[in-house]
């Protein structure tokens, strides 16, 4: 019961926010034309779907079979670190 | 930041003062403003020349005082805004701002070390806003004391996305190093 | 700005609005859980089966969980069946057997033996409070058995059987091989040693048993007809009676004549059972399984079989009769199924009920729910544009601050100088700048 709102909390908070970001983040990307915030952008729409696809999981997947949903999330994640690494490190 | 960009950095930063304390001589602008005196000197020459900021002497002294007047920003003033966070046009601005006469494409050229085509382009889109005018050859600023004023008095708000930009700006390896 | 915002609360009102409308399309097409219930039918005012059925009888000191007893020189007294918290239904105050000298007593599990002269009393501790008693006669001499009544009242008389009741409870007491009881009117109310009492007596010549059982499995009356019937008139052969309570299980057997009963319970759904008689006439057994040993909600649950050949089962509990084929019928009781067996001859056979355990689907859980989801997407997506909003309007309030200030420095200072010049300045500005646009 516990679990099963934490999960459900947590996700929703992570999608909705990963959408504000993204939102923010093209923005600023397009005002600013740097290319430090396309990099950004796409880390962010990264992270929404990764929002999107947690939350799909949750509502479709059973519990037994979970694990396996977990793999896009983590290549999702090193994917959004990938990108805010390079969006640092270009000047 | 560019050239130009410091320039109205430090433009920005006497007429600041200038604002907050109307009324200094040069030499309390200048302790102030932590500059040298020639600097010092110069933007308050541009800023006299474009009528963003009025010379008055009295005595011996000569005091600056802030020009007054509602700082509304027009419809044609937020073109010209537009085209001023680009880098290639404010520099264009900047530099034109300095002669006391027009420049050539090749003058402006040379100046901006920059490609001929990519100065064309430039130059054409600014003339399209009405930024630029064109006189025979030469270019010059339609309304250099609007312009001028733009780029030293306004300061748009910093919206949540400025933010984010200087965020991420700041996000860079040559904090660290 | 606004366009800013239009465009985040868009996107945020359709990211939900997609959300739950996956939600519920996935929630409509869950599992479903299997579920049945089948229908029990309550005594009218009967014992409660759930007190029944979490307790496994046994007697100790002839106190069990649902009997309790004492023992007088010529039997027994204070026959009494429990109905709930301390309450406690007294069913004969006293059975005597003329001449029983009770030699031994002992109690083996749900069962207590008591053995006298002749006679033998077995006392079964378990919802249906039975009680069995042989009794024969010596060297022609008849014996007398007279049972006295507690609590209940005669209701009924038939030949074999004698109903009584107290209005809620019922028991049937059943005699066979014995001549019709003499029961005494009761005079005045005083006779026989008290106020109500009444006997029920028997004469014994040669050889008797007597079986005393309550109506408790809240059957329809045709059941009960047939139970008693059965009983009476020697068609049901014996009872098993099998029943747990955690993983301990406990096993009754009563016969009617000469039967024995084995069983033993595998892998909790298969009950094998042993049957075996000297008497090779066939009969129908009654086997008495509670829900806690196997929770049966229809026919198509158990597969019974006879010598590993699968019985007949019957629709109509009036068609089973004894014939040659393994045949029963299936009844939902209170707290258990009973299923009447026939068996159609003897000497030993065996008789298998397995509960199939269904394939269950058991329902997909998900962590998905949206009564958590929902409110913290729009919660978060409402935090966030008021957090936005916020910052603008104080941003807005700092950029009029200050402008505020700028006029106010400027006046007091300008008060100092000579204001002329501020508002040439200010006009001359503007007709240059009319000038030039023109």
């Given amino acids: 019961m516990l679990l099963e709102m934490i999960y459900n909390l947590s996700f929703a908070v992570l999608t909705v926010l990963a959408l504000v970001l993204s939102v923010i983040s093209i923005l600023a990307y397009r005002r ?60 | 930041m560019s050239g130009p960009e410091i320039e109205v950095e430090n433009r920005k930063k006497i007429y600041q003062i200038i604002e907050d304390y109307p009324g200094l001589h040069m030499r309390e602008i200048k302790r102030r403003a932590e500059m040298s005196m020639n600097l010092v000197r110069y933007h308050l020459g541009q800023l006299k020349k474009y009528e963003v900021v009025e010379e008055v002497e009295e005595g011996e002294y000569k005091r600056y005082y802030p020009k007054e007047g509602e700082m509304r920003v027009d419809f044609e003033d937020k073109r ?41 382009y430039h130059l054409k889109k600014m003339r399209e806003k009405g930024l630029l005018v064109k006189e025979g050859r030469e270019y010059w600023i339609s309304e250099p004391e609007v312009v001028s004023n733009l780029l030293v008095k306004y300061e748009p708000p910093k919206d949540v996305i400025d933010e984010f930009i200087d965020l991420w700006e700041s996000l860079s390896l040559s904090m660290i190093f | 700005m606004r366009k800013k915002f239009t465009i985040l609360g868009v996107s945020l009102i359709a990211l939900i609005l997609m959300l739950s409308s996956i939600a519920i399309v996935s929630s409509g097409s869950s599992g479903s859980y299997y579920s049945s219930e089948h229908e029990r039918r309550h005594p009218p005012g009967g014992m409660d089966p759930g007190n029944m059925t979490r307790k496994i009888g046994g007697f100790e000191d002839r106190i069990g969980s649902f009997v309790s007893f004492e023992t007088i020189e010529d039997g027994i007294a204070n026959h009494s069946v429990f109905i709930g918290e301390d309450e406690h239904i007294s069913i004969f105050d006293e059975i005597s057997v003329e001449d029983f000298n009770r030699y031994d007593e002992r109690t083996a599990g749900q069962t207590h033996f008591l053995n006298g002269h002749g ?161 090779e006439e066939g009969t129908i057994l009654h086997l008495d399984i509670s829900s806690s040993v196997m929770d049966i909600s229809s026919e198509e649950d158990v597969e019974l079989r006879f010598d590993d050949e699968i019985a007949t089962n019957l629709e109509d509990i009036s068609d089973l009769e004894v014939t040659d084929e393994p045949s029963y019928t299936l009844i939902h009781g209170e707290e258990g199924t009973h299923i009447f067996f026939n068996v159609p001859s003897f000497s030993t056979h065996s008789i298998t009920v397995e509960h199939l355990t ?17 409110p913290t997407a729009l919660i978060t997506a409402g935090l966030v544009i008021v957090g936005l909003l916020y910052k603008e309007r104080s941003a807005k309030s ?12 400027g006046e007091s200072f300008d008060k100092n100088n000579d204001g002329e010049l501020k508002s040439k300045s200010t006009e001359k500005s503007k007709d240059e700048r009319a000038s030039r646009k023109d």
């Fill in chain 3, 119 to 279: 006679a033998e009393f077995r006392l079964f501790d378990n919802p249906s409070t039975m009680l069995k008693l042989d009794v024969h006669s010596f060297e022609g001499a008849d014996r007398e058995v007279s049972f006295r009544l507690g609590d209940m009242e005669i209701e009924e008389e038939k030949d074999g059987m004698v109903r009584i009741s107290d209005g809620t409870y019922s028991g049937n007491l059943i005699y066979r091989d014995v001549s019709i009881p003499s029961i005494p009117d009761p005079i005045g109310g005083d006779a026989f040693g008290g106020e109500n009492a009444e006997f029920i007596n028997f004469t014994v010549e040669g050889r008797a048993t007597f079986i005393f059982r309550m109506e408790t499995d809240g059957f329809r009356d045709e059941i009960v007809n047939f139970m008693r019937e059965g009983m009476r008139k020697g068609r049901i052969g014996g009872e098993f009676r099998i029943e747990s309570i955690d993983d301990t299980y406990a096993q009754t057997s009563f016969s009617y004549r000469d039967l024995s009963m084995e069983a033993q319970l595998r892998d909790g759904n298969k009950l094998e059972m042993l049957v075996s008689s000297q008497d």
């Fill in chain 2, 80 to 120: 010209y805004l537009a085209l001023l966070r680009e880098e290639i046009p404010l520099n264009v601005v900047v530099y034109l701002l300095s002669r006391s006469e027009p420049a050539s494409h090749g003058e402006i050229k040379d100046e901006l070390d920059i490609a001929a085509s990519t100065l064309s």
């Fill in chain 3, 398 to 409: 700092r950029k009029k601050d200050k402008k505020d200030k700028k006029v106010s420095m």
């Fill in chain 1, 32 to 91: 600013s034309k740097k290319k430090k915030l396309l990099f950004v952008s796409i880390a962010f729409i990264l992270f929404f779907l990764k929002g999107i696809w947690l939350t799909y999981a949750l509502f479709y997947m059973p519990i037994e079979g979970w694990e396996p949903f977990l793999i896009p999330v983590a290549i999702l994640d090193c994917l959004i670190l990938v990108l805010l690494y390079i969006s640092i490190v270009k000047g």
């Fill in chain 3, 358 to 374: 269904e394939v269950v689907e058991t329902a997909e859980q998900f962590f998905g729910s949206l009564i958590y989801y929902a």
